[in-house]
Nanobody, 115 residues
Framework: QVQLVESGGGLVQAGGSLRLSCAAS????????MGWYRQAPGKQRELVAR???????NYADSVKGRFTISRDNAKNTVYLQMNSLKPEDTAVYYC?????????WGQGTQVTVSS
């Protein structure tokens, strides 16, 4: 079993920055992937960014060049640095942890970008 604790999020003006964190604890496999998804009202949940235990990253086209995902393996924590935020980035952001073949989700944190 894995537990995820998210932090960060909040309200920011357009052009501002926020940093999300997600710490995993429990029985963590050496091969895993951590990432962030988001879901805006009335829309499907979508991948924002993910990073594997081998540090391979991928990003949604809409956030490339603005968001950076990183991880601290010693702390089993993933970070999402979000810069140049836009109103369309407003959503609930969910931490996702793929522990070997087993997926886990965080509780979600609200990010609101005002224009």
């Amino acid at each position: 079993q894995v537990q995820l604790v998210e932090s960060g999020g909040g309200l920011v003006q357009a052009g501002g920055s926020l940093r999300l964190s997600c710490a995993a604890s429990g029985n963590i496999f050496s091969t895993n992937a951590m990432g962030w998804y988001r879901q805006a009202p009335g829309k499907q949940r979508e991948l924002v960014a993910r990073i594997t235990s081998g540090d391979t990253t991928n990003y949604a086209d809409s956030v490339k060049g603005r968001f950076t995902i990183s991880r601290d393996n010693a702390k089993n924590t993933v970070y999402l640095q979000m810069n140049s935020l836009k109103p369309e980035d407003t959503a609930v952001y969910y931490c996702h942890f793929l522990n070997g073949p087993y997926p886990y989700w965080g509780q979600g944190t609200q990010v609101t970008v005002s224009s």
